[in-house]
């Protein structure tokens, strides 16, 4: 009998895989995602002094779409890019949650890369 899988797992398995390769730095933070069924959350971190240098996600007030969906990640893209230029936080790595880079992931990627951030 085929048992069907547990997507929340098989996601924190390879989030963990991607995890041992990724890290950031102080020169080079790390960009993690989370995207939950409501919300969508984006933050920078310093993975060496175990700080969160910025954060952005659908909970703020700036941000006008209240939903997880593509509209949403472009405009948390856009605020987090533009929160970390403030900060002079111009490269990143992508850590991408153990999420497949497809839809709301991809938006969020592109519209912080057309904010200014490099990765």
């Given at each position: 009998?085929?048992?069907?899988?547990?997507?929340?797992?098989?996601?924190?398995?390879?989030?963990?895989?991607?995890?041992?390769?990724?890290?950031?730095?102080?020169?080079?933070?790390?960009?993690?995602?989370?995207?939950?069924?409501?919300?969508?959350?984006?933050?920078?971190?310093?993975?060496?002094?175990?700080n969160?240098?910025?954060?952005a996600?659908?909970?703020?007030?700036?941000?006008?779409?209240?939903?997880?969906?593509?509209?949403?990640?472009?405009?948390?893209?856009?605020?987090?890019?533009?929160?970390?230029?403030?900060?002079?936080?111009?490269?990143?790595v992508?850590?991408?949650?153990?999420?497949?880079?497809?839809?709301?992931?991809?938006?969020?990627?592109?519209?912080?890369?057309?904010?200014?951030?490099?990765?």
């Amino acid at each position: 009998m085929v048992s069907s899988t547990n997507r929340k797992l098989e996601r924190t398995r390879r989030h963990k895989r991607v995890r041992t390769k990724v890290s950031g730095t102080a020169d080079r933070p790390r960009l993690c995602i989370y995207r939950s069924n409501t919300n969508i959350y984006a933050q920078i971190i310093d993975d060496v002094a175990g700080n969160t240098l910025v954060s952005a996600s659908t909970l703020e007030k700036s941000v006008k779409t209240k939903h997880a969906n593509k509209e949403a990640a472009k405009e948390v893209g856009l605020l987090i890019a533009k929160k970390a230029t403030e900060k002079n936080i111009k490269e990143v790595v992508f850590d991408r949650g153990g999420y497949i880079y497809h839809g709301v992931v991809k938006e969020l990627a592109e519209a912080a890369r057309e904010g200014g951030l490099v990765f």
